[in-house]
């Protein structure tokens, strides 16, 4: 069976430029057999609750014992300490991440691998939001400085975007050299481990020529290949909607908006056979989506508060804790009495 | 202060005459509108009845709504009773030519004791549209002297005091508002006082004949002689109220003279406060204020037909006459056309507006006809047309900067015309100039105004000349010729697109790809096709459009845009070269 896991996904939380609810999307997900699926809004967190409940409610009705039973073991620190999720866990495993505007308008996607990139991600939204608090309680477009995201890559994946993405945007200007320029720049920032060269196919002649570029990008910088689709909707049919709000977005009616409008109406969560079949010369993208999926491990459930490792001498944290128990109770309730006796009970029952 | 007055007698007529120049020295009787229409509407179907070339309708017992009709001119008067569809068909007489005068016709008869006076008197009944209109340019004729002008029934008046420095007297300035008005076709009577109401006197004064005025006269009161010039003036000149008329007829006073020498303590006791101005004025004072008004900020002629028009050609030789004394109100105003409205009543429709694009202000009759005719060419009317009317929105004629390096563009109205022109043979809104369409239909285009490509730019600064150029051996227009940078699209495919696309058949492989096109006019076998190219949009409108679009190179060497619909129909858009 064919394998896809789409990376980049616009819920409506991206404010008028995504036509789906979460819940939605996680819907038409699982209809589709995905077994991930990452949210990307635009410089926002917002619909990552409701993202993770609809997943979490999912889970629930396909493994009701798997949600009853946390699947959490204390002291699994693997990935920088946090849980390791891999995606047998969960029916549908849901992804973070976030599309995030720097400078110049270019766009560029990082999904949360882990922990400290639920921290790191967290913070840089935070601070993109604070500095877009325009005078007298305006707004202005949230840019996010270079300098303030180099210093917060660690625990996040880059993905190399579209055409909003700054290599899409200089190839789309017939600028190869900067589009290696801005290739090397994404690796030097997250790590030749961390990018992957993303390529999305919607049946337009231009893309398919950047496409050209960024195979031979991706070639010769050594980078893994990875295929989206740059969701805004669920389903095809609610590419209408999609487009009214574009309208809405650059406040113009459907008469006036001509081309701002996207060409073809695509952007829909594609079944996995209808991907493979759009990028069946480069199956590695294709895979390469599941590889992205198992790697980023963090999702909501992690973020309950971890208690810090406790040295026990080989005992587990239970025997530590009624050894110690048992020491303090002869100690203060010698000879032993009732009262010491129901602290023993007490103790079980914790 | 010099006031102006310039009079226009018999306007009803005048304005009758002006409309219908034909008329002029004809013996001719303006009688009120309604009943003049119901009057021909009578002779007509006597004629029809009768068959006779001129007749009369008299009226049988004032309004009972019967008129016996007899035919005359050189046949037997045969008795017609004909039935007419109102009462009061008893009409009178309002105003009569010098010619009709001449014969004994007056004011006051009915249209039959004056036929019975002069058979082949022309009896027009007054049209209100031609009164306002001719009202409206006697207003212009003191527009173009000066700017203060007050339009009051058939006169105008006007503040001169400035005008002493384009004229050398005022007997020129009389002069010129006389040549004026005859211009705009009215014959005006000029009288130019210290004050409006001595001016008026000074109108109307002279040339009179049994009290009616005869022709145009022109007349200059100078400072200082105003009692003396009022002194030998009847006083029915002053316009008195027929009760203080007749009170005055009955003291013995007829002449100014005789009313200024009375007490006007006395006057006023017993004629009040007209008595009392009428005393002021016999005497040579006047203190009536102007009262200026506005400029109407569009210009109207119309004229209402007696017989409605079905063909083009008689309407455009009514437009013919309505846009020559239109364009004369304009250019005594020095203004130009730079819009029209065209409204012609319908008959029994009401009323069909248009309005006429200009492309530039002008002033030239030819050119506003053309346009005119072309445009009602293109939508006819209905039904026949029973009145017309063209308002222009006047506007200052600008002049445009010509270019040292560069022929002359078309002149605008020209150019106006021949798009006119263009849009008769091929259709409203085919002709102008393709414009883009924000949309992702490649083929879709709009049609813009034509405008004329602005002059070239001027060549590159810099301390090189015109001048050094030449002496290089560059012509000048050689320079401004020469493209200022190469352009993006060079080295690009370029899409000779067919209009409309050519529909084929296409050959699909197992892997849905093209493999062989056939067509009426091509046919060939798919060497290498790239696509589908996707697109959608305008799902919003009647239908939308979906297209998979493909780029193939064909066996025949051509590299054909080709594109499927939802349909399945494939369809040549165009080919690269």
């Known amino acids: 069976m064919t394998e896809y896991v789409e990376l980049r996904c616009h819920s409506a939380f991206s404010f008028l430029d995504g036509a789906s609810q979460p819940e939605d999307l996680v819907e038409r997900a699982a209809e589709l057999g995905y077994r991930a699926l990452a949210l990307t809004d635009r410089d926002g967190f917002y619909g990552a609750p409701r993202f993770y409940q609809a997943a979490k409610r999912l889970a629930a009705a396909r493994a009701p014992e798997a949600v009853a039973r946390p699947s959490k073991k204390i002291g699994d620190a693997a990935a920088g300490g946090g849980e390791q999720e891999s995606l047998k866990s969960w029916p549908l495993k849901p992804i973070l991440g976030a599309e995030l505007s720097l400078e110049g308008g270019v766009q560029l996607l990082v999904l949360v691998e882990r922990r400290e990139g639920y921290r790191n991600l967290s913070r840089l939204l935070t601070q993109v939001r604070l500095d877009a608090a325009g005078p007298r309680g305006g707004k202005v477009a949230p840019v996010l400085p270079r300098a303030l995201l180099a210093a917060n890559v660690e625990g996040l994946v880059a993905l190399t975007g579209g055409l909003e993405g700054a290599i899409g945007r200089a190839l789309a200007a017939g600028d190869g050299a900067g589009a290696e320029l801005a290739l090397s720049e994404l690796v030097e920032l997250f790590g030749a481990g961390n990018v992957y060269v993303e390529l999305q196919r919607h049946f337009d002649a231009d893309e398919e020529l950047r496409n050209r570029e960024l195979l031979r990008l991706a070639a010769r910088a050594g980078l893994p290949l990875v295929a989206t689709n740059d969701v805004r909707y669920g389903r095809p049919e609610d590419h209408r909607l999609h487009d009214v709000l574009t309208c809405a977005r650059h406040q113009m009616t459907v008469d006036e908006i001509g081309r701002r409008l996207l060409p073809s109406h695509e952007r829909y969560l594609k079944a996995p056979a209808e991907m493979a079949a759009l990028f069946r010369d480069v199956p590695e993208a294709m895979r390469t989506t599941c590889a992205v999926a198992e790697r980023c491990a963090f999702t909501l459930a992690d973020l309950g508060y971890q208690f ?10 239970q025997e530590h804790l009624e050894r110690l128990t048992w020491e303090c109770a002869r100690e203060r309730f010698r000879p032993r009495t009732s009262k010491g006796g129901r602290k023993v009970f007490c103790l079980a029952r914790i | 202060m010099r006031i102006a007055c310039v009079a226009v007698p018999e306007l009803e007529l005048q304005a009758l005459v002006r409309a219908d120049p034909e008329l002029a020295g004809r013996p001719l009787a303006v009688v009120d509108g309604r009943a003049g229409r119901r009057t021909q ?34 046949r037997a008067a045969v008795p017609v009773v004909a039935r007419a569809a109102a009462p009061g068909l008893v009409t009178r007489v309002r105003a009569v030519s010098e010619a009709a005068y001449a014969a004994g016709v007056r004011a006051g008869l009915t249209v039959a004791q004056a036929r019975a006076i002069w058979p082949s008197l022309e009896v027009r009944p007054a049209d209100a549209v031609q009164i306002a209109a001719a009202r409206a340019a006697l207003g212009d004729v003191g527009l173009s002297f000066a700017p203060k002008v007050e339009v009051e ?170 846009l020559d004394r239109l364009l004369e109100r304009l250019q005594g105003r020095s203004l130009a056309c730079a819009a029209l409205t065209l409204r012609l009543q319908i008959e029994h429709r009401g009323h069909d507006v248009r309005e006429v694009p200009l492309a530039a202000p002008t002033r030239e009759t030819a050119t506003l006809l053309e346009l005119v005719r072309l ?186 845009r080709m594109f499927c619909d939802p349909a399945g129909r494939w369809f040549v858009e165009g080919y690269y070269d």
Not at chain 2, 52 to 63: H, K, L, Y
Not at chain 2, 244 to 258: M, P, Q, T
Request: glycine share 12%.
């Open chain 2, 153 to 322: 029934g058939a006169e105008a008046f006007l503040e001169i005091g400035d005008l002493g420095r384009l004229f050398q007297s005022e007997r020129e300035i009389a002069l010129g508002l006389a040549a004026r008005a005859r211009a705009v076709g009215l014959s005006a009577r000029v009288g130019i006082a210290a004050s409006k109401g001595l001016a008026r006197l000074a109108a109307w004064a002279g040339d009179v004949e049994d009290g009616r005025p005869r022709g145009e006269s022109l007349r200059v009161v100078a400072p200082g002689q105003e009692a003396a010039f009022v002194a030998d003036l009847p006083v029915a000149l002053l316009r008195p109220s027929p009760a203080v008329h007749e009170a005055l007829e009955r003291w013995g006073i007829r002449r100014c003279r005789d009313l200024g020498a009375l007490p006007i303590k006395e006057v006023a006791l017993r004629l009040g406060n007209e008595g009392e101005r009428l005393h002021r004025l016999a005497r040579g004072q006047s203190d009536e204020p102007l009262r200026a008004q506005p400029p109407e900020a569009t210009i109207e002629e119309g004229v209402s037909l007696d017989f409605a028009i079905y063909e083009l050609e008689s309407l455009a030789f009514v437009l013919r006459g309505l």
């Open chain 2, 41 to 74: 509407e009578v002779t007509e179907l006597m004629m029809a009845t009768v068959g006779a070339p001129v007749a009369v309708a008299r009226a049988g017992g004032g309004g009972g709504g019967v008129a016996t009709v007899t035919s005359v001119g050189g």
């Open chain 2, 375 to 560: 445009h009602v060419a293109r939508r006819p009317p209905e039904a026949g047309i029973v009145g017309v009317t063209l308002v222009a929105h006047p506007a200052r004629v600008r002049g445009s900067q010509l270019d040292l390096f560069c022929p002359a563009g078309p002149a605008p109205d020209r150019l106006a015309q021949t798009v006119a022109r263009l849009e008769a043979l091929v259709g409203e809104g085919a002709v102008g100039a393709p414009r883009p369409v924000d949309t992702y239909r490649d083929e879709a285009i709009a049609i813009a105004p034509y405008r004329p490509p602005a002059p070239s730019p001027l060549p590159p600064s810099g301390g090189e000349t015109a001048r050094g150029r030449e002496r290089e051996g560059v012509a000048a227009t050689d320079v401004a010729r020469q493209p200022l940078a190469r352009g993006p699209e060079e080295g690009c495919l370029a899409l000779r697109r067919f209009r409309p696309a050519l529909e084929v058949e296409v050959l699909m492989d197992g892997g849905r790809v093209p493999r062989a096109l056939s067509g009426s006019d091509l046919s060939a076998q798919v060497v290498v096709a790239a696509g589908p190219y996707r697109v959608r949009g305008e799902w919003w409108a009647a239908g939308g459009f979906a297209r998979d679009y493909w780029d193939v190179h064909a066996s025949d060497g051509t590299l054909y």
């Open chain 1, 308 to 317: 810090p490792d406790y040295p026990t001498d080989g005992e587990t944290v």
